[in-house]
């Protein structure tokens, strides 16, 4: 039996089975109590001034580090697109070994969590500000550069082509023919990233990196769900913000096409001075000097005992199973819910559910589960899946929202039902997209596993962070250097599987919402 791509896409929600039978035994009643108390806080945050000071200053400090971060990684990340698309070499004659060679560099780095960059950062440079940002803007760099890398080579040559044929030079053709056709995409994902940006900068916070990701954890440790909430509902309302400032400058930019390339230098500007004023109001202090730790590296010897210590095999399986598992979750869950509740205000309900799902870093969700539940692998796979859970129904809702809705409406007038109509008129135009940008989520999701230690015991990223506690560098560097290769298998392997599933190119299903991990 050949199963069709729409009947694929919902496969997955199975792994709620598993998941479901286990976390049913790990149930400890008294948690119930704790739980009924953190939802009901959820209408009565508080206001007490105290309490609404920590929180705007946390979500100063967490907006200035993101805002940071995110100029450096899309300076640099324009920057190493250029150099590793395909047109660059073209222009400038260089030898296409050098292309392959920083493939290869850059994809060490975005291969490492931001959260795993915060924990080495913090034992190489103390506690500063400075680990924050460079946390976010090192792996963003180089993802931003494959991105745009991507899409430069995706463009059609034939206009960069006659500007070459007319004699017109590197420079000019890059500026003249390049950079209008590659600037929505900057805008589009340069939004989203932004955004994935203020998530990171909330669960290094998490981590005690400061921001209002501190608040949050603190506010939970000590079962204080309505400071909580406050915190919550701040940040969502923060990221609700930005989308439609996101969704402003994409219209804006669809109505003025002519001037497109001239909106950039606008929006710089603006990016600089956003910067300059949040710091201002942050109160970060990024000029005190660094001091650089040092850090003996561990022996051939050391490592080869540390390998032997580490049941590297069995870590390995969990971290695979946490996001097999968490994979199943944050993709089988958004059309289950679109198919159940179709209707506009259901969407715009589950909508408002995703984003919170979204704003919520994976550990801190861990934690709320942790009050009810005991620590397993189930509750590492939920508290993932939940959390991308979130980004992917944003994600299904907004292509279909562009999609032509003829064919449903045909389906609804010829008598079916809503949900019917939902399915074959609008999601199985999306079915193979999502099911091609589920596999690249995968990828994701294993990279986030590091962030989720806190259920202990279990995966790579417990025993990282374990290793990072008691400074085993060599137990360090191994646990790094496999999270590395899991992801690029994982990026090869995903990329195998998209060519074979997908006929039509994959930007047909934008994995930037209003423009998106």
Known sequence: MILNKPVLCILPILAIVPIASNVFYDIHPGGINLLYNFFSSALNPSFESDVLYAVFNGLQDTISIALIGWSVSLFFGISLALITSDIFYILFKVPYSIKKFLKILL??????????WGLLLLQIL???????????????????????????????????????????????????????????????????????????ATLLGVFGLGGIGTELQLSTQSLQFREVWTSIWVLVISIFCLEKIIERIKDINKIQKNIKHFSVIGLIIISILLVISVIRLGGLNINTSI?????????????????????????????????????????????????????????????????????????????????????????????????????????????IDRNDKFIAIAFEKSGASKSSSWLYGKFCQQSNSYLAYSLYRFDIILKETAAIGVVGGAGLGWKLQESLSS????????IVATFISLTMIGESLSGSLEASLNNKKMQSFNPTPNVSN
């Not at 994809?107 to 795993?116: A, F, K, M, T, W």
């Not at 494959?146 to 995706?154: G, H, L, M, P, T």
């Not at 051939?300 to 971290?319: F, H, W």
């Not at 059309?335 to 550990?363: E, H, N, W």
């Open 471 to 478: 400074f085993a560098w060599e137990e360090v560097l191994i």
């Open 291 to 399: 001091n650089i730790n040092s850090i003996t590296l561990p022996s051939v010897k050391s490592l080869l005992i540390a390998i032997n210590n580490i049941d590297l095999v069995k870590l390995i399986s969990q971290t695979l199973f946490i996001s097999l598992l968490a994979t199943g979750i944050a993709v089988g869950i958004p059309p289950i819910m679109s198919m159940l509740f179709p209707t506009s205000i259901g969407q715009d309900v589950i909508a408002k559910i995703y984003m919170i799902c979204r704003t919520l870093p994976s550990p801190l969700i861990a934690l709320l589960l942790l009050l009810f539940i005991y620590p397993s692998l189930s509750v590492a796979s939920l508290a993932i899946g939940i959390q991308n859970m979130g980004v992917l129904g944003r994600i299904l809702k907004e292509n």
């Open 107 to 116: 994809s060490i780095p975005r291969g490492i969590h931001e959260l795993v």
């Open 126 to 200: 103390g506690l500063t500000s400075w680990v924050a940002i460079l946390a976010l803007a090192i792996p963003y760099s180089c993802l931003n550069a494959r991105v745009f890398s991507d899409q430069i080579n995706a463009l059609d040559k034939a206009s960069l082509d006659s500007l070459i044929q007319i004699g017109s030079g590197p420079i000019q053709v890059i500026i003249t023919g390049l950079w209008p056709k590659i600037f929505p995409v900057l805008v589009s994902y340069g939004g989203y990233r932004l955004e994935c940006a203020i998530r990171g």
